[in-house]
């Protein structure tokens, strides 16, 4: 099984900054990318970031480019997510989600953590 385990979350003002991380263990094979997503009551699981097996292509939403930055751990097999200047509507529960095989006979497919709630409010 693999298990993926987000910490970092927690009640901030707007403005402020939360460093979010997702550590990933178990039976694993090959992570071949590594994201965030978030949700929101009522509304669908949204992208927030994703990057590549090498950390050297990530891509955004448009509502946090400039603000939040996805780096990862290769050794540790750990994601991260820095959110810098966060709004109230950056309030959710945020996911970890790693695309990754656990043998050479896998498939490819996503796993997901159980989530770590960013609440903004002043």
């Known amino acids: 099984q693999v298990q993926l385990v987000e910490s970092g979350g927690g009640l901030v003002q707007p403005g402020g900054s939360l460093r979010l991380s997702c550590a990933a263990s178990?039976?694993?094979?090959?992570?071949?990318?590594m994201g965030w997503y978030r949700q929101t009551s009522g509304m669908q699981r949204e992208l927030v970031a994703t990057?590549?097996?090498?950390?050297?292509?990530?891509n955004y939403a448009d509502s946090v480019k400039g603000r939040f930055t996805i780096s990862r751990d290769n050794v540790k097999d750990t994601v991260y997510l820095q959110l810098n200047s966060l709004k109230p509507e950056d309030t959710a529960v945020y996911y970890c989600?790693?695309?990754?095989?656990?043998?050479?006979?896998?498939?490819?497919?996503?796993?997901w953590g159980q989530g770590t709630q960013v609440t903004v409010s002043s």
């Open positions: 990057i590549s097996a090498s950390g050297d292509s990530t």
């Open positions: 178990g039976s694993i094979h090959s992570i071949f990318s």
């Open positions: 989600t790693i695309h990754a095989r656990e043998d050479l006979w896998s498939g490819v497919r996503d796993y």
